[in-house]
C-alpha cells in the first residue's frame, strides 16, 4: 500500500509580538512619547521622600572630614584624660588616642594602687557596655594587664571578685594572664570559687587554660563542699578535670602506640 501523498498543510509559526502591538502605543527614546507609558521607576520616584542630591553628598563628605579633623587636634591632659575614662566617655578617650600629639601615662595609680583597668572594671557597667569597650581600647593602646593593685589583684582578677562575666570576658580576650597569683597565692579560679561568682566565669576560666589548684581541690573534696560553693561550679571543675583525664589516657594509647 502506497503511503498516503497528502499530508496537512503546515502550520504557521508562532509570531512574536512587539510590545508596540501589545499596548498599543508606541516605545520610543523620546521622553515625549515614552510619557504614556512610563517604567517603574519614573512611576513611584515622585514618592520618594529625600531624594539625595550631588550637593547633599557634597556636604556629607564635607563633614566627614572636619570631624576627622577635629578628632586628630583633640587634645587632653593626663588629668583630663582620667576624668574622661572615669566618667566611661568612650567617644572622648577615642580622640585623645587618635591625637599622637596626646601622651598618655597608662601606668598610673590611684592611692590604693588602681591602674586605669582596675577603675574601669570597679565601674558599674551600664546597658551599653561602656567599660567593656574601655578595656579594649585601653588595652589596645597598651594597658598592663598584668599591673596590680595594693590588694594585689591583677584587672581580671578584680573583676572575678566582682561578679562581672562580660569584662572577664573582654579581659581574657584582651590576653589577661590567667593563672597569675594575688597576696594570699590564689589564682583567679580560687578568688571564683571563694567568692560564689556566676558559673559563666568559671567557665570562661576553665577554657582559657586556669589551673585547678590544690587548694581549690581540698575545698572540692571538702564535707562542707556544697555549703561554701555552688553545685553547678562543683559539677563544672569535676567535668572537666575528667575530661583532662581522659585526654591525658588518650595521650598516652597514641603516644605508646607509636613508641612500641
Not at 512619547?33 to 521622600?49: F, S, Y
Request: contains cysteine; proline residues 4%; glycine residues 4%.
Amino acid at each position: 500500500m502506497k503511503p498516503s501523498t497528502s499530508s496537512a498543510p503546515p502550520s504557521e509559526p508562532l509570531r512574536i509580538t512587539s510590545i508596540r502591538e501589545r499596548t498599543g502605543k508606541r516605545i520610543s527614546h523620546d521622553q515625549r512619547i515614552q510619557e504614556d507609558a512610563p517604567t517603574g521607576r519614573r512611576r513611584l520616584q515622585h514618592q520618594v521622600p529625600n531624594r539625595v542630591t550631588t550637593t547633599d553628598i557634597n556636604t556629607t563628605f564635607k563633614n566627614m572630614e572636619e570631624a576627622i579633623s577635629k578628632s586628630e587636634n583633640f587634645v587632653l591632659t593626663q588629668e583630663q584624660f582620667i576624668r574622661e575614662v572615669l566618667a566611661l566617655n568612650m567617644d572622648n578617650v577615642v580622640k585623645g588616642f587618635r591625637n599622637t600629639a596626646n601622651k598618655f601615662d597608662l601606668d598610673y595609680r590611684d592611692e590604693k594602687g588602681n591602674s586605669l583597668l582596675h577603675l574601669v572594671v570597679a565601674k558599674t557597667c551600664t546597658p551599653a557596655h561602656a567599660t567593656d569597650d574601655l578595656i579594649r581600647v585601653l588595652a589596645d593602646n597598651g594597658a598592663n594587664l598584668l599591673s596590680k593593685n595594693n590588694r594585689g589583684f591583677t584587672p581580671l582578677q578584680l573583676a572575678v571578685k566582682l561578679n562581672k562575666v562580660c569584662n572577664v570576658r573582654r579581659l581574657i580576650g584582651a590576653g589577661s594572664p590567667i593563672n597569675v597569683m594575688d597576696q594570699m597565692h590564689r589564682n583567679a579560679l580560687d578568688i571564683a570559687i571563694e567568692h560564689k561568682v556566676e558559673l559563666e566565669i568559671v567557665q570562661e576560666l576553665l577554657y582559657a587554660g586556669a589551673n585547678v589548684s590544690q587548694r581549690c581541690l581540698a575545698k572540692l573534696n571538702s564535707p562542707e563542699v556544697e555549703k561554701e560553693v555552688k553545685r553547678s561550679v562543683i559539677a563544672e571543675i569535676k567535668g572537666h578535670l575528667a575530661m583532662l583525664k581522659k585526654l591525658s589516657e588518650k595521650r598516652q594509647d597514641v603516644i605508646r602506640f607509636v613508641l612500641f
